[in-house]
């Protein structure tokens, strides 16, 4: 299983950016779906994270501004970023619980990351 992150960048402060990543390999199903970020010098944090039901959770840093979705068709979650601010620059990493054909069981899987820096 393999997931692969894009759509990062350099933004100016209140631009957009929309992350995407994409699992592949041999999936059976996919439960939760998230974003984290980690930001120079600071612990890998919970940006967004999604059910296969669409039930989303949020950090409070990000609420309002920042949207998570997904398409368990093509087994990729995406992040709307709207007003960044140049805290929110980090690399940011997408994760996936999921099932496999290897294995049999659930687990999670990272993607390789994607930076996002916000500046004027």
């Known amino acids: 299983v393999q997931l692969q992150a894009f759509g990062g960048g350099l933004v100016q402060p209140g631009g957009s950016l929309r992350l995407s990543c994409a699992a592949s390999?041999?999936?059976?199903?996919?439960?939760?779906m998230g974003w984290y970020r980690q930001a120079p010098g600071k612990q890998r944090e919970l940006v967004a994270a999604i059910t296969s039901g669409g039930n989303r959770n949020y950090a409070d840093s990000v609420k309002g501004r920042f949207t998570i979705s997904r398409d368990n068709a093509k087994n990729t979650v995406y992040l709307q970023m709207n007003t960044l601010k140049p805290e929110d620059t980090a690399i940011y990493y997408c994760?996936?619980?999921?099932?496999?054909?290897?294995?049999?069981?659930?687990?999670?899987?990272w993607g390789q990351g994607t930076v996002v820096t916000v500046s004027s």
């Open positions: 994760k996936a619980d999921v099932l496999s054909r290897r294995t049999y069981y659930f687990s999670d899987y």
């Open positions: 390999g041999s999936i059976i199903s996919i439960r939760d």
